[in-house]
């Protein structure tokens, strides 16, 4: 079992109280209480952050106070606050964000991790984080720990953006994102290590679908450990899961993908 090392990163023990709230725990359930969701429920109490993702306050710089840990999300949240009326604000933190730096969400600020431009100010190359999809609607891309997005190209109203998977889409240069990598990038190199943590995080156990019977799972069933018994994987409700692609056809974004992910 490993862990990441919050000792010399974190700077708080207790969050904001004024910027927080209790969410109900619905254990994947819908309002009938069927489980709508599978593997859900359990896990310690948690309180969220309340984080802006849009940062519309602009020209006013505003100063790193803490580096906190959130429970409801792998990176690091930054609590600021703004030099002119010294309100206070989460926002996703960057890495290597230090405590008294200063931030400012600006058409012209400077270059430099934390800062928040429109697309078509920021030069080809760039590392961004909390990447707008369209223009005001607040950050939706590469908000969790260590992944960052880098800018390909701006030209013709629209920026060219290579995601994580290497994807790369278009969106409007209208669009506002933050610069560098988001905070934690350690985070895929934790372990879990034992089931008990996965129950502390809220997460129940899979059973293989050849461990239940018939009338449970299509791989259900026989005497003993059988192969699947179908020619294509399929979820226990017999939909093709392997090979398959389930992205639809249709949908609005699918002209702004530049190059699917391989």
Not at 193 to 216: F, Q
């Given at each position: 079992m490993t862990s990441v090392s919050y000792r010399g990163v974190l700077t708080a023990s207790k969050p904001y109280k004024k910027l927080t709230m209790r969410l109900k725990d619905h254990a994947g359930r819908n309002s009938d209480g069927r489980i709508t969701v599978r593997h859900q429920?359990?896990?310690?109490?948690?309180?969220?952050?309340?984080?802006?993702?849009?940062?519309?306050?602009?020209?006013?710089?505003?100063?790193?106070?803490?580096?906190?840990?959130?429970?409801?999300?792998?990176?690091?949240i930054s609590l600021i606050e703004f030099t002119d009326n010294k309100k206070k604000a989460y926002i996703i933190a960057p890495h290597n964000?230090?405590?008294?730096?200063?931030?400012?969400?600006?058409?012209q600020a400077p270059l430099k991790p934390g800062n928040r431009l429109k697309l078509k100010n920021i030069p080809v190359g760039y590392q961004i984080h909390n990447a707008e999809i369209l223009p005001g609607s607040g950050g939706k891309l590469a908000r969790s720990a260590g992944?960052?997005?880098?800018?390909?190209?701006?030209?013709?109203?629209?920026?060219d953006l290579k995601m994580p998977s290497g994807e790369v889409r278009r969106v409007p240069w209208e669009c506002w994102a933050s610069l560098g990598q988001a905070s934690n990038p350690?985070?895929?190199?934790?372990?879990?290590?034992?089931?008990?943590?996965?129950?502390?995080?809220?997460?129940?156990?899979?059973?293989?679908?050849?461990?239940?019977?018939?009338?449970?799972h299509p791989y259900g069933g026989g005497e003993g450990s059988q192969?699947?018994?179908?020619?294509?994987?399929?979820?226990?409700?017999?939909?093709?899961t392997g090979g398959h692609k389930t992205r639809n056809k249709k949908k609005w974004s699918t002209k702004f993908i530049v190059k699917r992910r391989k």
């Open positions: 429920g359990g896990g310690n109490k948690r309180i969220y952050r309340i984080v802006d993702f849009k940062q519309q306050k602009l020209d006013v710089p505003a100063t790193v106070l803490t580096i906190e840990y959130d429970p409801y999300r792998s990176c690091f964000l230090k405590v008294g730096d200063s931030v400012v969400a600006s058409e992944v960052s997005l880098e800018v390909l190209a701006n030209a013709d109203g629209h920026t350690d985070y895929n190199l934790v372990n879990i290590g034992k089931a008990g943590r996965s129950r502390w995080l809220g997460i129940r156990p899979t059973v293989r679908g050849k461990a239940m019977n018939p009338v449970d192969p699947r018994g179908t020619r294509k994987p399929k979820t226990m409700w017999g939909k093709v």
